[in-house]
């Protein structure tokens, strides 16, 4: 693929840049092209420092990073809170405050006991830095030094390390000559701090983003730390704004959608529909299943795989996984792929080379270990345990108990100093969860694909069905004061347009938008539902396609 004018710019400039990326425009093309030369100049013991928001885009960009056989180097990839546990906080939190007792957890404040709860009472996610207090600091040390690291205070500490180490500074300074954070506009304000932090140590750095697809105010993101850095007249500024995967009536109604005076795109027809199904989510599904033949016939598709279901909540997601007749997968996130724990991280890995076919082996133990740094011994144990993991991804045969052995055998001899029951425990959560394991592999051609809008977020299928169009659920809202209907508050108006931006633009040759006159509430009863705010926004329906009389 020959990259655009846009893309070369950006390729070809080896400075501190901000990159502002639409949908479709081909920012993944554009890192991995940019790592792939990093890797020509960098020396063995030097690598790039590539952050991705969640672990399947860090595993997407590490390959194409690798497609051409091209040598790592030193280098990391994976999300931030990885990068902060295994490169800052447990090397020189040792260092700084002496060797754990126990081997180092992750956990969440929450589960801790009541006692140890209030020691934390102080803590909270949009504390700054030099608000802390010493003593504060000094709870969280004492956590350390019993092995557990509380998975809140991470970022805190993780910049409170770097800030107090100078061997920390030299160590990246030394290793990593190149940085990347992508999803810049979910930045929180630790990782925000530690970027510019890392960028004051000579190493080049870049942020690529896109401001409205910021969908994650609710666990403390902010697209504010991307717009400061399009100001920083320290870094250049880029913009990859051409969207090559989405039909241009797909561009028109998305970019009008957040700004009403948006050039329009000429194209013929308009491809986003828009259908209010009489009934609740079970009649949703049934009309679906009645849709799927003619959506494929008018299409020219021949996977059903090609065709995504997606919704805001999760509630609608397993209704219609439940009533859908034609053959489907519900892809869910689990509590093993949020752990931030060695063993977790393997076990997830190792579910992904076993239901997909794009994950290899050998990519599973170099993200925790060098291969070559094993013994024979140990490279004929896991060629081993490879080769049974081969014969168990049907999990109508399988061996839960046997599969999890091999499992726990595989993570002692790529990270044995990283043993971890709540890991195992997750990990057998998921082998005794259908629908947990299963999410693993990817649809068959005979499956579609149902999930959340936030789950979808960086995916693409050809047609979108985009559900929960109702009042009061997307833009989520409440009654005013004393139940004031007439005055509703809103949850967060944009992050919600946000994110239907985000639904409609994973859609590449079109989108069917879907309310219904009825609606299931949070307590599982029927509604009566109306049609959402988006649906007349700005007198955007002029954008949807209009039946021309025959």
């Keep these: 693929?020959?990259?655009?004018?846009?893309?070369?710019?950006?390729?070809?400039?080896?400075?501190?840049?901000?990159?502002?990326?639409?949908?479709?425009?081909?920012?993944?093309?554009?890192?991995?092209?940019?790592?792939?030369?990093n890797f020509k100049e960098l020396k063995e013991h030097q690598g790039v420092i590539a952050i991705s928001y969640t672990n399947k885009a860090s595993n997407e960009l590490r390959n194409r990073s690798l497609s051409d056989g091209e040598n790592p180097m030193s280098s990391f990839f994976g999300t931030i809170d990885k990068f902060y546990i295994s490169e800052i906080i447990v090397p020189f939190g040792k260092q700084i405050w002496g060797f754990p007792e126990n081997e180092i957890v992750v956990d969440k404040i929450d589960s801790l006991d009541s006692e140890e709860q209030k020691l934390l009472n102080w803590f909270n996610r949009d504390l700054i830095l030099s608000e802390v207090k010493d003593f504060q600091f000094d709870i969280l040390k004492e956590f350390f030094k019993k092995g557990m690291l509380l998975i809140e205070t991470i970022g805190l500490l993780g910049n409170y390390l770097f800030d107090k180490s100078i061997a920390c500074q030299k160590y990246l300074k030394a290793r990593y000559k190149y940085l990347y954070i992508d999803e810049y506009q979910d930045s929180g304000y630790y990782q925000h701090e530690m970027f510019l932090k890392i960028k004051e140590l000579g190493i080049v750095s870049t942020a690529v983003g896109d401001l409205n697809q910021s969908i994650y105010a609710f666990s403390g993101k902010d697209s504010k730390y991307l717009e400061s850095l399009i100001t920083d007249k320290s870094f250049k500024y880029f913009v990859l704004n051409k969207n090559h995967r989405c039909h241009p009536s797909i561009i028109n109604y998305s970019n009008f959608l957040?700004?009403?005076?948006?050039?329009?795109?000429?194209?013929?027809k308009n491809l986003i529909w828009f259908f209010n199904i009489d009934g609740a989510e079970k009649d949703v599904a049934t009309w679906i299943d009645k849709q799927i033949p003619s959506i494929l016939k008018s299409f020219k598709l021949k996977e059903n795989n090609k065709i995504a279901i997606l919704t805001r909540a999760s509630r609608t997601a397993e209704i219609i996984n439940k009533e859908l007749k034609t053959s489907h997968k519900l892809s869910v996130t689990n509590e093993l792929d949020l752990n931030l724990n060695v063993w977790s991280g393997i076990f997830s890995n190792l579910l992904l080379y076993l239901l997909d076919s794009k994950h290899r082996f050998i990519e599973v133990i170099e993200e925790f270990t060098l291969y070559e740094r094993l013994t024979r011994k140990q490279k004929n144990e896991l060629l081993v345990l490879k080769n049974n993991l081969d014969k168990s991804n049907d999990y109508t045969k399988l061996d839960i108990k046997q599969l999890k052995a091999s499992f726990i055998q595989i993570a002692k001899i790529i990270a044995p100093d990283s043993e971890n029951m709540d890991s195992v425990n997750l990990l057998d959560s998921v082998l005794n969860n259908r629908t947990e394991f299963l999410s693993y592999k990817p649809a068959s051609e005979e499956e579609v694909n149902i999930m959340t809008l936030h789950k979808s977020k960086g995916l693409e299928f050809d047609i979108v069905?985009?559900?929960?169009?109702?009042?009061?659920?997307?833009?989520?809202?409440r009654p005013g004061p004393n139940n004031d209907f007439d005055n509703p508050i809103y949850g967060d108006w944009q992050q919600d347009l946000n994110l239907h931006y985000v639904g409609i633009t994973r859609a590449k040759k079109g989108c069917l938008l879907i309310s219904s006159s009825q609606r299931t509430n949070n307590n599982g009863d029927i509604r009566n539902g109306r049609v959402s705010e988006f649906i007349e926004l700005n007198g955007i329906k002029k954008l949807r396609y209009i039946k021309t009389k025959s």
Aim: glycine residues 4%; aromatic residues 6%.
């Design 1 to 37: 693929m020959k990259p655009t004018k846009q893309q070369e710019l950006i390729i070809e400039f080896n400075g501190c840049s901000v990159v502002i990326a639409s949908p479709g425009s081909g920012k993944t093309f554009v890192l991995s092209k940019k790592i792939k030369q």
């Design 258 to 268: 957040l700004n009403p005076k948006t050039e329009l795109i000429d194209c013929e």
């Design 465 to 477: 069905l985009h559900l929960d169009l109702h009042e009061w659920v997307f833009p989520n809202k």
